[in-house]
């Protein structure tokens, strides 16, 4: 059976919608909310607030959601971290929060910005150290996440 290119297209881009509406990144238009309540947990447990910057339209973001969620990377999630996932949309929503934080898209999604449980910053991955997460195993992810919480520095992951 042959198919036209138009239905192709068509096909292609409502996968691409139903792909940018469904997945782990909430609604863009919580975010300000979403951010602000996980501050307060940050405050409360004395955890690290971990802000990812991504879209569920994003290869990249959707599999290091899914790493942080397997075990043991996410005991180690829990213990130490409070983490907030911002919708930036088609990298057009939610920019001036990522701007306000000090946390820059330039080189890719997703990105993250560490915060102290007092606000202050403790480091960003503005220089795409989370952008290639497909290519990450879940080892080099929890040894990442283990940099940032027990040394504060941020590295590529290896």
């Known amino acids: ?29 919580q975010a300000a909310s979403d951010l602000q309540q996980a501050r307060e947990r940050a405050s409360h447990s004395g955890k690290l607030l971990m802000v990812v910057f991504g879209g569920n339209w994003c290869p990249d973001c959707r599999s290091l959601h899914d790493r942080m969620h397997e075990s043991p990377i996410r005991e180690y999630v829990e213990k130490h971290f ?7 949309g088609q990298m057009d929503a939610n920019l001036d929060i990522a701007s306000k ?26 220089q795409g150290e989370l952008e290639p997460a497909r290519q990450y195993t879940g080892a080099q992810v929890l040894a990442f996440l283990r940099r940032v919480a027990e040394e504060h520095r941020i590295e590529k992951p290896r």
């Open 101 to 126: 934080l000090g946390v820059t898209l330039k080189k890719g999604v997703p990105t993250a910005g560490f915060f102290a449980p007092d606000g202050k910053p403790v480091g960003m991955t503005n």
């Open 1 to 29: 059976m042959l198919f036209s290119r138009r239905v192709i297209l068509a096909f292609a881009a409502s996968v691409c919608l139903t792909l940018a509406a469904t997945g782990p990144y909430p609604p863009p238009a």
């Open 82 to 88: 409070e983490v907030v996932e911002v919708n930036i």
